[in-house]
């Protein structure tokens, strides 16, 4: 049995496309559908933004994209440079929120996901 872990929405942010495989540890194992963790990293960049300034969840918002980020430059650069492409193609909105979500995250991540994507220059 599938599971999908994101409801679907015309407009929404969340990773619906391009879902990976996991099996979580429960039993023998239960394979799950699971967004894929460069549109996750990405979709909580944007999340982060439309949250109010000093709400903890933004912060958090910001640290799970960075973990991810870190590791997605590192290891899955072409899954990345590919979510980022698709990402900014919905517009000017989506664009803006990436890129001042990307100055809200460490220089080292944020430099390294400007040369991975593509993505323009962002200074904190």
Do not use: Y
């Amino acid at each position: 049995m599938r599971t999908c872990l994101t409801a679907p929405g015309p407009t929404s942010s969340r990773p619906r496309a391009h879902p990976e495989q996991a099996v979580l540890p429960h039993g023998a194992g239960v394979l799950v559908s699971i967004p894929s963790p460069a549109r996750f990293a990405l979709h909580k960049l944007i999340i982060s933004r439309r949250r109010r300034l000093g709400d903890a969840e933004r912060q958090k918002d910001i640290l799970q994209a960075q973990s991810l980020l870190g590791v997605l430059t590192a290891r899955q650069a072409p899954k990345l440079q590919s979510a980022w492409r698709e990402a900014v193609a919905r517009g000017r909105t989506w664009q803006r929120l990436l890129t001042e979500g990307l100055a809200d995250v460490d220089p080292a991540i944020r430099q390294a996901v400007t040369d991975t994507s593509n993505a323009p220059p962002v200074s904190s």
